[in-house]
């Protein structure tokens, strides 16, 4: 089981966190995303593992004036 943004989710062996953020639809131009309060970069999405256990936190950034 993984939590993200606090939430439960099941999780399986060899999730990335691109898939995870496709698989939820997390497809915001602007975000900032943490696992186990570590920072992830867009370009690292793809090649990092989501282990069991792990807390992911996807903070969409809004703009406004």
Request: proline content about 3%; aromatic content about 10%.
């Amino acid at each position: 089981m993984i939590k993200v943004n606090q939430k439960d989710y099941p999780w399986t062996e060899g999730l990335t966190l691109q898939q995870l953020l496709d698989k939820l639809n997390f497809t915001f131009p602007l975000m900032i995303v943490t696992i186990n309060s570590k920072t992830v970069y867009r370009d690292k999405y793809a090649c990092t593992q989501i282990e069991d256990g792990d807390d992911i936190q996807a903070i969409h950034l809004i703009c406004g004036g």
